[in-house]
């Protein structure tokens, strides 16, 4: 059995109208609304994969006693496609993703989607619902997600004997509401995100219950995102529940090292680079939640900023904790933060030449 790599079309007419499309597509949100159609993809035991489709976006049939519901067998990914000065659309660094989705599915013991699969399902959703890929000239896109769900029926705990891959599209404009303003963040003490030897690393759906109250810890205390120190000596600044994060000291950003416990951004490993292009110096290291502190304070610390496919690059303006807060950059976009910002988003966006061949043309 071949994997597939051609998507069978099963499209349908758009349930919207032109004018209700771009309606939405004004004041698009993130992950409020979702394309026309969808690729669905299966695995069997036996079998791998077969029966790719693109079909009308809907509803999935699922057995109560699906396996997913019960013990969390699922991976997912995030990535966009932005439309170009000339109208065509392009992919951000799809097989980064698709290299990604292989890694967590490893973790998750779940068969590996090949990467061309991977890239040929986003392809066939974009071309599909182009227009739905916001217009050239903001910081808008169409956000995919793909994803993996255990496709089998029982209560026993074991990897599952037949998988469903899915992609579904969002129109995307900022993460956050200010967009470009800064966020402020809550230095967890009472939760962390992911342990030594667990599936920190892993993009699975359980990172992301776990993180759940420790969000809803940091909203009460007016903070946008919650920042996680290392499990072992609550010490180590690890991530956002969502986003990377970068200080910047001048003109070297320093970025957490990948510990196993900490996802793997995309953006993050883009930055490691661009920031060389723009004659910053470029750093994976250690930062303790003592020396965020006192850096922040006697200035050194110039910025910091998040950084995600959703997120893009937002700068972190308060940071809040059990014992007082600081604040980062005056409370106001660094420029390292906004000259970064901008150099990535002219790549995405096709303003600027793509120097390291990460766009993805369709
Ligand atoms: N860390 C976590 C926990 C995330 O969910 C994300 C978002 O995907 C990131 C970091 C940033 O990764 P990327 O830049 O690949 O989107
Ligand atoms: C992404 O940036 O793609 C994510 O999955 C993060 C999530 C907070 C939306």
Known sequence: MTTPTTIE?????????????EALLA???FGRYFTDHMVTIRWTEGRGWHDAQLVPYGPLSLDPANMTLHYAQEIFEGLKAYRRPDGTVATFRPEANAARFQR???RMAMPELPA???IAACDALVQQDKAWVPAHGGEDSLYLRPFMIAAEVGLGVRPANEYLFLVIASPAGAYFPGGVEPVSVWLSENYVRAVPGGIGDAKTGGNYAASLLAQAEAAAEGCAQVAYLDAVEHRWV?????????????????TPELTGSLLAGITRDSLLTLAGDLGYTSVE?????????RDAENGTLTEVFACGTAAVI???????????????SGGEPGEVTLRLRAALLDIQTGKGADAHGWMHEL
């Not at 991530?239 to 320093?254: A, P, S, T, W």
Request: no cysteine.
């Open 9 to 21: 079309l099963k499209p349908s007419a758009s349930p919207l109208s032109d004018a209700e499309r």
């Open 27 to 29: 004041a698009p949100g």
């Open 104 to 106: 967590s599915a490893r």
């Open 116 to 118: 061309e699969t991977f």
């Open 238 to 254: 690890e991530e956002l529940g969502g986003m990377n994060l970068y200080f910047v000291y001048g003109d070297r950003i320093v």
């Open 285 to 293: 290291g250690r930062i303790s939640k003592e020396q965020w502190r």
């Open 314 to 328: 937002t700068p972190v303006g308060v940071v809040k904790t059990a014992n007082g807060q600081w604040t980062q």
